[in-house]
């Protein structure tokens, strides 16, 4: 039995890596939706005059819900970048790049992707810095006293993903001259009706 190429055990880690990244952002969406569920249910119900129930509700403390909330959604944002390099779904203006002619367009294009991943990269160590400094604190969060080391540890991880996205998609476009490109008609596992076109699937 011959062992996979490398180029094909490399599609492979990357295809696993793009996976987790998805199922990660799918778990802090999934986490911050229940939160904010139940800490808007905690509060109504606690208003109920149900004799037991309201003073049970009283007793709980979910304080820590709003923090916890901003929390998910700084490491939802982070790793969420980073997913938008690699689909192609930030928002970019391309009018004057698109106007040059090719061989200063793929010079353009390749200065912006690897620009980023220059600027995402220096996040990335900074952050880290920060990260290794403030873990030889005794530095807490308000109300969940969670060490602050691991919510600023988004940061430097998330800005690393996002420098890779940007050095991958740069390689992609260097081989083969594509770039991602996200159709925002399309909402992946609806599939559009039988013979409708971009237009049908527009509408």
């Not at 200065?111 to 030889?136: P, Q, S, Y």
Request: hydrophobic letters at 50%; glycine letters at 10%.
């Amino acid at each position: 039995m011959t062992p996979p190429s490398p180029e094909r055990a490399g599609g492979g880690l990357l295809r696993w890596l793009d996976h987790l990244e998805e199922w990660f952002i799918a778990a802090l969406m999934a986490s911050a939706t229940v939160v904010i569920f139940v800490a808007v249910l905690h509060r109504y119900a606690s208003a109920l005059p149900i004799p037991g129930l309201q003073d049970w509700l009283l007793r709980q403390n979910l304080s820590w819900a709003q923090e916890l909330c901003i929390y998910l959604f700084v490491w939802m944002a982070k790793f969420g970048a980073a997913y938008g390099v690699r689909t192609g779904i930030h928002v970019g203006v391309d009018v004057l790049v698109n106007q040059l002619p090719e061989r200063q367009r793929r010079t353009m294009i390749l200065f912006g992707l690897l620009a980023g991943a220059f600027f995402t990269g220096v996040v990335g160590t900074m952050g880290a810095r920060f990260v290794w400094e403030i873990g030889h604190t005794e530095e807490v969060s308000a109300d969940l006293e969670a060490p602050m080391w691991i919510v600023y540890l988004a940061i430097p991880l998330g800005s690393f993903l996002m420098c890779f996205r940007f050095l991958q998609v740069a390689w992609r476009f260097l081989r083969g001259g594509e770039l991602p490109h996200h159709d925002h008609h399309h909402v992946e596992g609806v599939e559009p009706p039988a013979g409708a076109g971009a237009g049908g699937a527009a509408l």
